[in-house]
């Protein structure tokens, strides 16, 4: 009888392979933090274990989900590492450079495996070339002083002990450690790496047996005991388990070693302390998470945390934006019921009103993420453009726990990078021009995010020379951008943002391409943002973005115009009013009312939407100041309605783009209304 | 393509690929397999399990499971064999002990 089994069980493994990439990047990132904070500096100890641990950890993972090519630089990374720790080989700074070098050899070979991006081999070779160049080094002297060296011997430096130790270690997983895509075989094998030869075994045993019929195979009923003498420190032993095992499902217990009485007693491992008794069964880097400098430790607060795909934290929230459609659409059905007759019904609204603005809040926090995130990067960016560019740059972070949407972070890492860029490039000087200008050899460059008011606030300031303004209009009236010598300077700023416009005297590669503070305010404005600048020569510059919380809701002001109902942002509105027949006035030909000295024109709305009205005078209808962009105007729309919490919905993805319009929502009553994109309007009034 | 043989006696015989992609369909055939040799008088069974060519710790634990519900119902494997290459990995998981009646292969 032969039965074919069939197809496999339809497993996705790639999704735990995703849980691998996120703590690969924490680790890249924690590496490169630490690297960089170095500077030229040798790392001390903690350090070096920090940098090891993370090394290493990727290598575990790597090993465990089958990316066995990012196992091979981390490796020899992890060698050589392990020389330094060990003080068998000197310090040497461009050896951070090297370290670094091999991060971005694995961010790549991350990618590769992550987005499909190219990996360029050669890059690969040529870092593993170069660190096992060190290691061979340093082996070709060891060898000199002892001309065999066990293998063990490495392992045993690892430990930072003189002596071996013998453990029994119990490992009880997760019974979801198969479905997670995790392969003990790689586990097992790694531990048996850091034992003595000869002296690991290995034994596995059910916990249970279940009968047969009624067992889920994909659950882990195992328990492996292992037996093994090594020289490896307890941590490295935990670490071997690090993307398997939680902290309890390990159990480590010291064996004597045999011939250990032999030794004399200054020699022999001294008696667990009370602490490393109590920590025993949690990962050895968890014993002191409190400890000064403990680089690459988790926190504790990681610990509590879960990894949640991005997409169920955006069906969650859409599942709330729907709710609190819902929700509104209650309210208007019971504004039309008597207030006496349903006053019980209406207490239950108001209160299903405030706890859905809770879930809100609270779902909406789920994708806030610290700007760190983002800041991160710029010390790497800021050493290596400095470096290249022959000057002092001092980086300075500030408020960088504030919190924004996980959307957002993404679209303002490139236009950041970019200001970044400019700041080194054009703004700051070089050490010797600072110095005759009676400024500080090294120049400041301040990255600084804040919450103000329901926006977050980014600033990009460097104490450089300041924008020139002189040179900004004669490029731009060069370049036949229209511009004139009495603009304010304000103005002058703003046609750095015209296509094209560069002033730089040449061409780098950095920047100065003429492309880019176009693209940077594109990019910040199609997530809702803005870009202001404040300039003074000599002084320095800051380029300000500012950025809603959120793309997902905005608090909206409902109007009507004739049948149709819209909603202007409430951030853009200045004030509403309905005009005094002396307040209209016509320039060139164009409505406008005059406000406290102001003339700010008129946009009807029936007009740029091809309504019918039920208000054609602007006296009898109502005008919304609106500014955005620094542009203001005069909304002329026949009625005020609301002001509400809406959810936005991609009004391009369901049905085109409409012109004016930033999206879509749905209303109380079920109906759509346009979510109104000001700068659009503006642009298509003047063409009008 | 995973592929699990027996006969019509007794005797076991497995081939193909054992790992947790194809736990499901391997456990199901298992439990036929156990309910057939319980309609029979209990009397030893053998394995070859030479055939099988990759073997990871789910697909271990799967055939541990089996033999121990074999030997909870009074059917005792008396042979198991292995190949080479899978009796190294049922090393490696620590799994030798729990297949320990062990022939080599071809004298089954």
């Given at each position: 009888m032969?039965?074919?089994?069939?197809?496999p069980?339809?497993?996705?493994?790639?999704?735990?392979n995703q849980v691998?990439?996120?703590?690969?990047?924490?680790?890249?990132?924690?590496m490169?933090?630490?690297?960089?904070e170095?500077?030229e500096?040798e790392?001390?100890?903690e350090?070096?274990?920090a940098?090891?641990?993370a090394?290493?950890s990727?290598?575990g993972?790597a090993?465990?989900?089958g990316f066995?090519?990012?196992?091979?630089?981390t490796?020899v990374?992890?060698?050589?590492?392990?020389l330094l720790?060990?003080r068998e080989i000197?310090?040497?700074?461009g050896?951070?450079?090297?370290?670094l070098?091999?991060?971005?050899?694995?961010s790549?070979?991350?990618?590769g495996?992550?987005?499909g991006?190219p990996?360029r081999?050669e890059a690969?070779?040529?870092v593993?070339?170069?660190?096992?160049q060190l290691?061979?080094g340093a082996?070709?002297?060891?060898s000199?002083k002892n001309p065999s060296?066990?293998?063990s011997?490495t392992?045993?430096s690892?430990?930072?002990?003189l002596l071996?130790l013998?453990y029994?270690?119990?490992?009880t997983?997760?019974p979801?450690?198969f479905?997670r895509?995790?392969?003990?075989?790689?586990?097992i094998?790694?531990?048996?790496a850091?034992?003595?030869?000869?002296?690991?075994a290995c034994r596995a045993?059910l916990?249970?047996?279940p009968?047969?019929e009624d067992f889920d195979?994909?659950l882990?009923?195992?328990r492996w005991?292992?037996?093994?003498?090594?020289a490896a420190?307890r941590?490295?032993?935990f670490?071997?388990?690090?993307?398997a095992?939680?902290e309890?499902?390990?159990?480590?217990?010291e064996l004597p070693?045999?011939?250990?009485?032999e030794?004399p007693p200054?020699?022999a491992a001294?008696?667990?302390?009370?602490?490393?008794t109590a920590s025993?069964?949690r990962r050895?880097?968890?014993?002191n998470?409190a400890a000064?400098?403990?680089?690459g430790?988790r926190s504790?607060?990681?610990?509590?945390?879960?990894r949640?795909?991005?997409?169920?934290v955006d069906?969650l929230i859409n599942?709330?934006g729907?709710?609190l459609i819902t929700q509104a659409?209650?309210?208007?059905i019971v504004m039309g019921l008597?207030?006496?007759?349903?006053q019980?019904l209406?207490?239950?609204?108001?209160q299903?009103?405030?706890n859905t603005r809770?879930?809100?809040g609270?779902?909406?926090?789920i994708?806030?993420v610290?700007?760190?995130m983002v800041?991160?990067r710029?010390p790497r960016?800021?050493?290596e453009?400095?470096?290249?560019?022959?000057?002092?740059?001092?980086?300075?972070t500030i408020g960088e726990?504030?919190?924004l949407d996980?959307g957002l972070?993404?679209r303002i890492?490139?236009?950041?990078?970019h200001?970044?860029?400019n700041?080194l490039?054009?703004?700051?000087?070089?050490?010797?021009?600072r110095?005759?200008?009676?400024?500080?050899?090294t120049g400041?460059?301040?990255?600084?995010?804040?919450?103000?008011?329901?926006?977050?606030v980014?600033?990009?300031?460097?104490?450089g020379?300041?924008?020139?303004?002189?040179?900004?209009v004669?490029k731009?009236?060069?370049?036949?951008?229209p511009?004139?010598e009495?603009m304010?300077?304000e103005?002058a700023?703003?046609l750095?943002?015209?296509p094209?416009?560069?002033?730089?005297?040449e061409?780098?590669?950095?920047?100065?391409?003429?492309?880019?503070?176009?693209?940077?305010?594109k990019?910040?404005?199609?997530?809702g943002?803005?870009v202001?600048?404040?300039s003074e020569p000599?002084e320095?510059?800051r380029?300000?973005?500012?950025?809603?919380?959120t793309?997902?809701?905005?608090e909206?002001?409902?109007v009507?115009?004739?049948?149709?109902?819209f909603?202007?942002p409430?951030?853009?509105?200045i004030?509403s009013?309905?005009?005094?027949?002396?307040?209209l006035?016509?320039?060139?030909?164009k409505e406008?009312?005059?406000?406290r000295?102001?003339?700010?024109?008129?946009?009807?709305?029936?007009?740029l939407?091809?309504?019918?009205p039920e208000v054609l005078?602007?006296?009898?209808?109502?005008?919304i100041?609106?500014?955005?962009?620094g542009?203001r105007?005069a909304i002329?729309?026949?009625?005020?309605?609301?002001e509400?919490?809406?959810v936005v919905?991609?009004?391009?993805?369901?049905y085109k783009?409409?012109?004016?319009?930033?999206g879509a929502t749905i209303l109380?009553d079920?109906?759509?209304a346009?979510i109104?994109?000001?700068?659009?309007?503006?642009m298509m009034?003047?063409?009008? | 393509?995973?592929q699990t043989s027996?006969a019509a006696?007794?005797?076991?015989?497995l081939h193909?690929?054992?790992s947790?992609?194809?736990?499901?369909?391997?456990?199901r055939?298992l439990s036929?397999?156990?309910?057939?040799?319980l309609?029979?008088?209990p009397?030893?069974a053998?394995l070859?399990?030479?055939?099988i060519g990759?073997?990871?710790a789910?697909?271990c634990q799967?055939?541990?499971?089996?033999?121990e519900n074999?030997?909870?119902?009074?059917?005792?494997?008396?042979t198991?064999?292995?190949?080479?290459?899978?009796?190294?990995?049922v090393?490696l998981?620590?799994f030798s002990?729990?297949?320990?009646v062990?022939d080599?292969?071809g004298k089954?």
């Amino acid at each position: 009888m032969t039965t074919p089994t069939g197809e496999p069980d339809g497993i996705d493994l790639k999704r735990f392979n995703q849980v691998f990439f996120e703590e690969c990047a924490e680790n890249l990132a924690e590496m490169e933090h630490i690297l960089i904070e170095l500077g030229e500096r040798e790392p001390d100890h903690e350090q070096l274990n920090a940098i090891f641990r993370a090394a290493h950890s990727i290598k575990g993972g790597a090993g465990i989900f089958g990316f066995d090519d990012m196992t091979v630089v981390t490796h020899v990374m992890e060698s050589l590492l392990d020389l330094l720790r060990n003080r068998e080989i000197p310090f040497a700074p461009g050896m951070i450079d090297l370290f670094l070098e091999a991060g971005d050899a694995i961010s790549m070979q991350l990618a590769g495996h992550k987005e499909g991006k190219p990996v360029r081999q050669e890059a690969i070779d040529q870092v593993v070339g170069k660190l096992q160049q060190l290691n061979e080094g340093a082996c070709a002297k060891e060898s000199c002083k002892n001309p065999s060296p066990a293998p063990s011997l490495t392992a045993r430096s690892a430990a930072g002990s003189l002596l071996p130790l013998r453990y029994r270690l119990t490992f009880t997983p997760d019974p979801e450690i198969f479905n997670r895509g995790i392969r003990m075989e790689s586990i097992i094998s790694e531990l048996a790496a850091l034992a003595l030869p000869g002296e690991f075994a290995c034994r596995a045993s059910l916990a249970e047996v279940p009968q047969l019929e009624d067992f889920d195979p994909g659950l882990c009923i195992t328990r492996w005991h292992f037996t093994l003498a090594t020289a490896a420190a307890r941590e490295q032993l935990f670490e071997v388990f690090m993307f398997a095992a939680d902290e309890e499902q390990l159990q480590l217990e010291e064996l004597p070693l045999a011939g250990q009485a032999e030794l004399p007693p200054s020699a022999a491992a001294p008696p667990l302390s009370e602490a490393e008794t109590a920590s025993v069964g949690r990962r050895a880097y968890d014993s002191n998470e409190a400890a000064p400098g403990a680089f690459g430790r988790r926190s504790v607060e990681a610990e509590s945390s879960i990894r949640v795909n991005v997409a169920k934290v955006d069906q969650l929230i859409n599942q709330v934006g729907e709710l609190l459609i819902t929700q509104a659409m209650l309210a208007q059905i019971v504004m039309g019921l008597d207030p006496i007759q349903h006053q019980a019904l209406q207490r239950g609204l108001a209160q299903l009103e405030r706890n859905t603005r809770d879930l809100q809040g609270s779902v909406m926090s789920i994708r806030l993420v610290p700007i760190s995130m983002v800041f991160s990067r710029f010390p790497r960016m800021v050493r290596e453009l400095a470096a290249k560019l022959g000057k002092q740059v001092e980086l300075k972070t500030i408020g960088e726990s504030t919190e924004l949407d996980k959307g957002l972070i993404e679209r303002i890492t490139d236009p950041l990078c970019h200001l970044v860029r400019n700041a080194l490039d054009h703004g700051l000087e070089s050490a010797e021009t600072r110095v005759a200008n009676g400024k500080e050899p090294t120049g400041t460059l301040c990255l600084r995010a804040s919450q103000v008011g329901g926006r977050i606030v980014i600033d990009v300031i460097d104490d450089g020379a300041g924008l020139n303004r002189e040179r900004i209009v004669a490029k731009a009236q060069e370049r036949g951008i229209p511009c004139s010598e009495s603009m304010s300077d304000e103005e002058a700023w703003q046609l750095i943002f015209a296509p094209g416009f560069s002033t730089a005297e040449e061409v780098t590669d950095l920047s100065g391409r003429g492309v880019g503070m176009d693209v940077v305010l594109k990019n910040v404005q199609a997530i809702g943002g803005r870009v202001q600048i404040a300039s003074e020569p000599g002084e320095g510059s800051r380029f300000t973005i500012s950025l809603p919380l959120t793309l997902a809701i905005l608090e909206g002001l409902s109007v009507a115009v004739g049948t149709e109902k819209f909603i202007i942002p409430i951030n853009v509105v200045i004030e509403s009013l309905q005009p005094k027949p002396d307040q209209l006035k016509s320039v060139n030909g164009k409505e406008v009312v005059q406000i406290r000295g102001d003339y700010l024109p008129i946009l009807r709305l029936h007009r740029l939407f091809h309504l019918e009205p039920e208000v054609l005078a602007p006296e009898r209808g109502i005008l919304i100041l609106v500014e955005a962009e620094g542009e203001r105007g005069a909304i002329m729309v026949d009625a005020l309605l609301d002001e509400q919490q809406v959810v936005v919905k991609s009004i391009e993805t369901n049905y085109k783009k409409v012109e004016g319009s930033a999206g879509a929502t749905i209303l109380g009553d079920g109906r759509v209304a346009l979510i109104l994109d000001l700068t659009e309007l503006f642009m298509m009034h003047r063409k009008s | 393509m995973t592929q699990t043989s027996f006969a019509a006696d007794n005797r076991i015989t497995l081939h193909g690929t054992w790992s947790r992609e194809q736990a499901t369909a391997l456990q199901r055939l298992l439990s036929d397999r156990l309910a057939q040799l319980l309609e029979r008088e209990p009397e030893p069974a053998s394995l070859d399990l030479s055939g099988i060519g990759e073997l990871d710790a789910c697909g271990c634990q799967l055939l541990v499971l089996f033999m121990e519900n074999l030997r909870r119902r009074g059917i005792s494997p008396v042979t198991c064999t292995l190949s080479e290459q899978v009796a190294d990995q049922v090393a490696l998981l620590g799994f030798s002990d729990a297949f320990s009646v062990v022939d080599t292969p071809g004298k089954l």
